[in-house]
């Protein structure tokens, strides 16, 4: 079984920058097969995408609200994805989750702990 660790959050204020990092560990993970996403939860709400990156890395995809500040990047040597955020706002403040998905499917799913990004005005 796969285990996400992320990490890079932390207290910011508004117009600063953070990389967030998550690795899988599992020797066995053939990280090469997965899309990999970041999510984030801000207090009292759900739980949003922020961007996806396909499995090469040859396509991103973006949340309207970060497009411009954010950018998604992975590492396959390393099974590492990046979140790198700049520009930041309080309302990204938010618990950053990673996750690993292969073909759309429920039964091939990871999620990582969760990292907390809190951005002050």
């Known amino acids: 079984q796969v285990q996400l660790v992320e990490s890079g959050g932390d207290l910011v204020q508004s117009g600063g920058s953070l990389r967030l990092s998550c690795v899988a560990s599992a020797s066995s993970f053939i990280f090469t097969n997965y899309t990999m996403k970041w999510y984030r939860q801000p207090p009292g709400k759900g739980r949003e995408l922020v961007a996806s990156i396909t499995a090469a890395g040859s396509s991103t995809v973006y949340v309207d609200s970060v497009k411009g500040r954010f950018t998604i990047s992975r590492d396959n040597v390393k099974k590492t994805v990046y979140l790198q955020m700049n520009s930041l706002k309080p309302e990204d403040t938010a618990v950053y989750f990673c996750?690993?998905?292969?073909?759309?499917?429920?039964?091939?799913?990871?999620w990582g702990q969760g990292t907390q990004v809190t951005v002050s005005s």
């Open positions: 996750n690993a998905n292969r073909g759309g499917r429920l039964s091939d799913d990871a």
